[in-house]
């Protein structure tokens, strides 16, 4: 299925050369998974990105037509492709000049796009996937940690570097040697009924299915705790028999194995997956 784009609410792929996205990635995005019954935890996405916006200072508001817009051209596209797809916002502080400080003022712009969920994500779900540790490193900047914004140089160089042929994802860390995520996704560490997420208070994204699975945990009678993980934690076999991944188009899926440290195998995922309706 080719990409649909909608900029400003008008069905075009075109942009100002001077849009502060483009020039200094000076904005916030959203991924976002929709069904022929709409999109998944849509008020959740919305939630965080209005929180990202007050965090940077940004003016911004979802218009009654932008939320029909991303409902309407998400609902479309999975019945039309018969399957469930990918709907992206990207919102940028607009137009605004040369130089690095924001206008007072500025027109936002608005970029809604459907896209096709990678086909390798149902294999995933269903087999689980590797994890090899990146030797790229996230930066340790509190003010811009768990949001989702517009510079994503790090995850670019993280992925051009080449993966063994059995590893799927990598595994990265901050520059002070903590575990916060995959390439793509929030980690879960399980051991009986505790449940510890990464720290995401120096860096990372705050994904809005890592809070579905913290409810879902809590819900289910797990202990869950985010705190700052160390990577010699993953090497411990006495600490996490299960580990998974979390992110909005593939739900969750089961890790077989981080570099050289296999895990269990866990109905778990199944379950999550089961219960919040996002098989594949």
Not at 36 to 51: C, E, I, M
Not at 93 to 102: E, K, N, T
Not at 221 to 234: I, K, N, Q
Request: aromatic fraction near 8%; hydrophobic fraction near 45%; proline fraction near 2%.
């Amino acid at each position: 299925m080719s990409a649909n784009i909608w900029v400003n609410g008008i069905f075009q792929d075109k942009v100002s050369a001077f849009d502060r996205g483009l020039a200094y990635g000076d904005g916030l995005f959203a991924t976002m998974r929709s069904s022929k019954n709409g999109v998944l935890f849509f008020d959740a996405h919305l939630r965080r990105l209005q929180q990202s916006c007050r965090r940077l200072g940004v003016v911004w508001q979802p218009s009654e037509e932008l939320r029909q817009l991303i409902e309407k051209v998400g609902t479309e596209g999975a019945v039309a492709s018969q399957r469930d797809v990918c709907v992206k916002f990207l919102l940028s502080r607009g137009v605004g000049g040369r130089g690095y400080q924001a206008p007072e003022s500025a027109q936002l712009t608005e970029v809604v796009s459907v896209h096709a969920i990678p086909a390798h994500y149902a294999d995933w779900q269903s087999s689980g996937i590797n994890l090899q540790t990146s030797e790229m490193t996230l930066a340790f900047q509190p003010r811009l940690a768990g949001i989702k914004h517009l510079n994503r140089l790090e995850q670019v160089l993280i992925r051009a570097q080449a993966l063994d042929d059995d590893s799927d994802d990598w595994l990265v860390l901050d520059t002070q040697g903590n575990v916060i995520e995959s390439s793509m996704a929030n980690l879960f560490l399980i051991k009986g009924k505790q449940v510890v997420t990464p720290s995401l208070q120096g860096s990372g994204v705050a994904g809005v299915m890592r809070e579905q699975l913290i409810y879902w945990f809590i819900d289910a009678g797990f202990h869950v705790d985010c705190r700052p993980v160390l990577y010699d934690e993953l090497k411990d076999h006495a600490q996490f028999d299960h580990a998974l991944l979390s992110n909005s188009l593939f739900g969750v899926v089961g890790i077989k194995r981080i570099d050289k440290r296999m895990l269990s195998a866990s109905e778990l995922p199944q379950g999550i997956l089961n219960d919040l309706a996002l098989v594949l």
